[in-house]
């Protein structure tokens, strides 16, 4: 059972379009991590949120943490083929075990 | 300013062997994590050495070790290999212990086991 879950699994759209990506658990997360991971590289990150309710903007890319620090999101407006890649959240519980929580993944690919 | 750099990028091995995956942290930093992500999962921890002592260790079995160096760099050694160990194993390096700063990952090795 992985304790986040990424959804949808898969998303293949149009450059141009909007799109949100969710990653979610029954577990409270003392911050939580959005990377990008692209074939044959290791993820690279792309934002850390450690408020509930906590809100971050990168460019195009808009990053919220769930009031209750259970759940994030990541949209992405005007999505374009650069953004082609697997993003992958991950949870800090905070209890000191140095044990990073990563989701499922969301593989996105933009076509041009 | 160097990355974090890792050793070899692909290998094969059989059922039974035994396996030792390098990791050369970024410069300054003095904590290294291990993950395994098999084909198509998010990176699963392994565990972290901070300052050559390990410092947490995920759900994997003792045949996983480790060791870091007094220059920071790390080993990943996995003896009596399993067809499931096939998998890229990365390593993060980060200038301090914990998660809530960022890691800094390689591009993997990438390890198929037969």
């Known amino acids: 059972t992985q304790l986040l879950e990424q959804s949808p699994q898969f998303l293949s759209i149009q450059e141009g379009e909007n799109l949100t990506v969710y990653c979610n658990s029954s577990?409270?997360?003392?911050?939580l991590q959005w990377y990008r991971q692209e074939p044959g590289e290791g993820p690279v990150l792309l934002v850390t949120v450690v408020t509930g309710g906590e809100v971050k903007k990168l460019k195009r890319l808009t990053f919220q943490f769930g009031d209750a620090r259970k759940d994030s999101s990541l949209h992405i407006t005007a999505a374009q083929p650069g953004d082609t890649g697997l993003y992958l959240c991950?949870?800090?519980?905070?209890?000191?075990?140095?044990?990073?929580?990563f989701g499922t993944g969301t593989r996105l690919t933009v076509i041009p | 300013e160097t990355g974090v750099t890792q050793s070899p990028t692909h290998l094969i091995k059989t059922r039974g062997q035994q396996v030792t995956l390098r990791c050369s942290s970024q410069?300054?930093?003095?904590?290294v994590s291990w993950y395994q992500q098999a084909l198509g999962q998010g990176p699963q921890f392994i565990f972290q050495y901070y300052r050559e002592e390990e410092n947490g260790r995920g759900n994997f079995p003792p045949r996983f070790s480790g060791l870091q160096f007094p220059n920071y760099s790390s080993e990943l050694n996995v003896n009596a290999l399993e067809l499931d160990d096939s998998a890229l194993y990365l390593c993060?390096?980060?200038?301090?212990?914990?998660?809530?700063?960022?890691?800094?990952f390689g591009e993997g090795s990438r390890l198929t086991v037969l």
């Open positions: 410069s300054g930093h003095n904590t």
């Open positions: 993060a390096s980060s200038p301090r212990r914990g998660h809530t700063g960022e890691l800094f």
């Open positions: 991950a949870g800090d519980m905070g209890t000191g075990a140095n044990n990073l929580f």
């Open positions: 577990s409270v997360f003392s911050s």
